[in-house]
């Protein structure tokens, strides 16, 4: 008997040793170790706090912050307004047997590399892209605009892959609600309306909190898009860390920035931990 008990109680540290131990190497440690180096100097010397003050004295390191959250807070916002009708409509509109297809239609962006859908976006936003020349075409424009290389062209690239992540989370908190809220609500006399205000909307709040998290973490981390994107016309934070270790090779300096936004992100955690979690309805 003692032998099983503790071969049973052996056994679930046994499934999650690899899962820590990958945990420990690979996130813990690295942490640990850019955590140092953001208290050292660039030039070597002892323990500083100089690269954290840089930050908020530099007016350029403080704006790529401001221009960061702005823009992961404008594709957070569009992505969930966009993302929430489709997933209403795959839920409830779409046959129960055409779901699966449909889908696994909504996430084939996800089945293409990262790199070739901002390059995609750059060709169909760029001068001679298909939006200017059919603007053109069509003589409403005489000019090409410029869409490219600006905030408008990230954000787009942004939208177009979150609203896929976002539809996943809100189609998955639909599904759980039972008919019997919208019965219950009608039999007390409340239109389509007040029921999807009043019990719809709170029911999903998780799932869209959820979306919302995730898009959040994803976009203001994110470099290759508004690299693409954004044409080196707008700085953000992951383009700040970039900098300091491509051109300068301040690792030091890119390690506080790092940890800098990792806080934000932290803070955004704190702030959304209370909705971050799908409960069965």
């Keep these: ?83 929430y009708p489709f997933a209403w409509i795959l839920a409830e509109q779409v046959p129960e047997r055409w779901q699966r297809l449909a889908l696994m239609l909504a996430v084939l962006p996800f089945w293409t590399s990262y790199v070739v ?23 409403l424009f005489s000019e090409p605009l410029q869409l490219a290389n600006t905030r408008f062209a990230t954000v787009t690239g942004f939208v177009h892959f979150f609203v896929m ?41 998780p799932g869209i909190m959820v979306g919302a998290f995730l898009t959040f973490v994803l976009c203001i981390g994110d470099y290759i898009t508004p690299q693409i994107l954004g044409g080196n016309n707008e700085l953000l934070m992951p383009q700040l860390v970039m900098m300091q270790i491509g051109r300068r090779g301040d690792f030091p300096l890119a390690s506080a920035l790092s940890i800098i936004l990792m806080a934000v992100v932290t803070i955004a955690y704190l702030a959304c931990a209370r909705w971050l979690k799908i409960e069965r309805a």
């Design 1 to 83: 008997m003692s032998t099983a008990g503790n071969n049973g109680r052996a056994l679930p540290w046994a499934l999650v040793t690899p899962a820590l131990g990958w945990t420990l190497l690979f996130f813990v440690l690295p942490f640990i170790a850019m955590g140092f180096s953001s208290l050292t100097a660039h030039e070597g010397g002892g323990f500083t706090a100089s690269n954290y003050s840089q930050f908020f004295t530099n007016p350029s390191y403080w704006q790529a912050m401001v221009n960061s959250l702005q823009v992961t807070a404008i594709v957070t916002v569009v992505s969930v307004l966009l993302a």
């Design 165 to 205: 992540l976002l539809t996943l989370t809100i189609f998955a908190n639909l599904k759980q609600l039972s008919p019997s809220y919208r019965k219950a609500a009608a039999d007390l006399g409340a239109g389509p309306v007040r029921t999807f205000l009043h019990v719809i909307l709170p029911l999903t709040l």
């Design 117 to 139: 859908r901002s390059y995609s976006w750059l060709l169909v936003l760029a001068q001679n892209g298909v939006i200017n020349r059919a603007l053109t075409g069509s003589g």
